[in-house]
């Protein structure tokens, strides 16, 4: 059987159609439903879709990216490949939904611990419907801000969404409960709006690389120890540095943010989330280390995702990608998407700290041109090698290319 990097897009399409059962049908979503999910629509743009097969929790699964940087799809295929696999965990779907008052900050919090057990009553009331979904109230934090302005206090309202993102659910039950302060509170309610630092809504992926890593880097005439070594002094500038830091949390972010925009979620929320998170609390987003031969990768990373509502309801492309996926529910996606993200940083990590990226980039792209010109099977390789040889990469040296082997 061909190589799935070798089949056509059809062929591509009908293999994982005979695997999963489930047909692609129209991944793009009709403009005039379009016109309804954001305002003074004129047109959509497109971009490109690919697979990533990976081991996670001892399952196989396909992952779909969307971007449009070449690399980062064969970086996460080949990190998995040359993995021993990939084990998850989410910490469940519960978020910060946040009321700022503004006012005396001790006269209110005062009043607020004593109506506290009547507030938490009317939340969960409130948010009762989320119970069927296993969701539901969890509990009320209250703090105090004061800054050059004046004092404040902030309520932090944590609510388990379940399987959904969130925004909608928590942004009105804060615009409702609101109202219930109002009535209670001497103070002038300001803000109501949910926080994107999800904190309580985590997950974490460790990653483990033995013996494919090892005969991958000797058939490539290295050094097991040195690479290894070498990698993990590249990994230990990034958690030192904040230039190359920057850098690193954006090779992460290649996977998790591709996955995002491939299952239709809220790329910008996920995006502040990591950032902040990695940023505020000092936490590296990935970190490696060894024992013995055995190399681990861990990434541990703030993942508000939904499976239902939103952008899932209003597009056609995330059910159908989450359908072939398997996806199960919102800590499946977020598993799936924070394992990509880990993949990403191993494989640009790995190849930072051996040959550089840029060769298998230009491999790549070599042979993007190869197939582009109507290159088939071997000629493929035999074209990529001589353009890659000769350093000349256009569509016109490829064709000629293969007008000599043909
Ligand atoms: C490029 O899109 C991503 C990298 O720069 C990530 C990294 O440097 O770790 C290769």
Redesign the pocket.
């Known amino acids: 059987m061909k190589k799935f990097r070798d089949m056509s897009i059809q062929e591509r399409r009908e293999y994982l159609e005979r695997i999963t059962g489930i047909e692609f049908g129209d991944l793009e979503t009709d403009l005039e439903r379009l016109n309804s999910v954001i305002e003074n629509v004129v047109g959509r743009i497109t971009l490109p879709v690919g697979v990533v097969f990976g081991n996670i929790n001892g399952r196989d699964r396909i992952i779909f990216l969307s971007l449009e ?1 070449p ?2 799809v064969a970086a996460a295929n080949k990190a998995f490949k040359l993995s021993d696999g990939f084990v998850g965990s989410y910490s469940g779907s519960v978020m910060i939904g946040n009321i700022y008052i503004r006012g005396n900050a001790r006269e209110i919090l005062d009043r607020l611990n004593h109506i506290r057990d009547d507030l938490e009553r009317e939340s969960r009331d409130r948010l009762r419907k989320l119970e069927k979904y296993g969701g539901g109230f969890q509990g009320i934090d209250i703090h105090t801000i004061s800054n050059t302005r004046g004092e404040f206090v902030r309520l932090d309202f944590r609510i388990n969404v379940g399987d959904a993102m969130g925004a909608n659910i928590i942004n009105s039950f804060l615009e409702d409960i609101s109202e219930y302060i109002k009535s209670k509170v001497d103070g002038k309610v300001l803000l109501r709006i949910l926080s994107n630092l999800s904190i309580h809504r985590r997950v974490t992926v460790t990653a483990k690389w033995s013996e494919r890593l090892r005969e991958e880097v000797e058939s490539r005439g290295m050094n097991y120890t040195e690479v290894l070594d070498d990698f993990l002094d590249v990994i230990s500038i ?1 958690h030192s540095d904040i230039y190359r830091k920057t ?2 949390n ?2 992460i972010m ?1 996977g998790i943010s591709s996955a995002a925009l491939a299952y239709g979620q809220d790329w910008r929320a996920i995006e502040a989330s990591i950032h902040t998170y990695s940023n505020y609390f000092q936490i590296p987003l990935t970190t490696f280390w060894r024992e013995g031969n055995i190399l681990y990768g861990k990434i541990d990373v703030p993942m508000a995702v939904g499976t239902v509502g939103g952008s899932v309801k209003s597009l056609s492309h995330p059910k159908v990608l989450m359908d072939i996926s398997g996806v199960k529910d919102s800590g499946d996606l977020g598993i799936i998407m924070a394992s990509v993200g880990l993949a ?2 191993f494989g ?2 790995f ?2 700290s051996t040959e550089g ?1 840029q060769r298998g980039h230009m491999k790549l792209h070599a042979r993007n041109i190869a197939i582009s010109v109507g290159a088939q099977g071997e000629e493929i390789d035999r074209i990529v090698e001589e353009m890659i040889r000769a350093n000349r990469f256009s569509y016109e040296f490829a064709r000629e290319l293969l007008g000599k082997i043909r």
Do not use: C, F, P, R
Request: charged residues 10%; hydrophobic residues 30%.
């Open positions: 940087e690399s980062v990034a850098t690193y954006k090779g290649n990403n940083n640009a990590n190849h930072l990226i």
